[in-house]
């Protein structure tokens, strides 16, 4: 099947800083790949769709320049956070859309993002 | 607005039968698809519905009613490995997925 991957698994970062998460689908291209955060006992919150070569699309009441997307290739899409606040920590999960008619999506493992 | 509901949280014992509800309203609809996610885990699928009727694949089936905007997961000879939370979600008009809270499932011994 088609497999999604996320680097990094976990990461931990003081406030202000900013961090960079890595999707890549392995064996497939993705011409659209999905951004969510998820909080404990909740269930995922669709943060932006990323279509390659273009402007990452967001839902409402998620700010684009404190997490920007970049859908540089089919491959990979990358969502990085910037000044993160103790609020951003989050379970951050990816995932890709196979090119043709399957409206399937495959998920990336998840990054568990703690500021603090 | 768009709306789906299943039950917060079910459990059920060892080798028994269990049944997750999924009613949902949305504006248009393009398929139903169920996904199983253990704790601190992405999502995996289960399955997919886009034609009334009933899905069978090994232990898990998947149901679907568009007329009654309903649908049902069903787990059987349940093993404590299916402890997990399941979550529906209609792939709307716009082909984008709106998802359920999800149910979390507890297997008793």
């Known amino acids: 099947g088609a497999v999604v991957s996320q680097h990094p698994s976990r990461v931990i970062c003081k406030s202000g800083t900013s961090v960079k998460i890595e999707c890549r689908s392995l064996?497939?291209?993705?011409?659209?790949m999905f951004w969510y955060r998820q909080f404990p006992k909740q269930s995922l919150m669709l943060m932006a769709t990323?279509?390659?070569?273009?402007?990452?699309?967001?839902e409402q009441g998620v700010e684009k320049d404190k997490f920007l997307i970049n859908h540089a290739s089919l491959t990979l899409s990358t969502l990085t956070v910037t000044s993160a606040h103790p609020e951003d920590s989050s379970f951050y999960i990816c995932?890709?859309?196979?090119?043709?008619?399957?409206?399937?999506?495959?998920f990336g493992p998840g990054t568990r993002l703690t500021v603090t | 607005g768009q709306n789906i509901d299943q039950p917060t949280e079910m459990t059920a014992t060892e080798g028994a039968i269990v049944q997750i509800n999924c009613t949902y309203q949305?504006?248009?609809?393009?398929?139903l698809f169920w996904y199983q996610q253990h704790a601190g885990e992405a999502p995996t699928f289960l399955s997919y519905?886009?034609l009334d009727g009933l899905e069978e694949k090994g232990r898990f089936s998947s149901f679907l009613s568009r007329s009654k905007g309903y649908s049902y997961l069903l787990l059987k000879e349940l093993q404590m490995k299916d402890s997990a939370s399941y979550l529906c979600a209609v792939l709307d008009s716009n082909y984008q997925l709106i998802w359920g809270a999800g149910t979390k499932l507890i297997i008793k011994p």
């Open positions: 064996d497939f291209q993705a011409t659209t």
């Open positions: 995932s890709a859309r196979l090119a043709g008619d399957s409206y399937e999506q495959y």
């Open positions: 949305t504006s248009g609809f393009n398929g």
């Open positions: 519905n886009v």
């Open positions: 990323s279509n390659e070569g273009s402007k990452a699309t967001y």
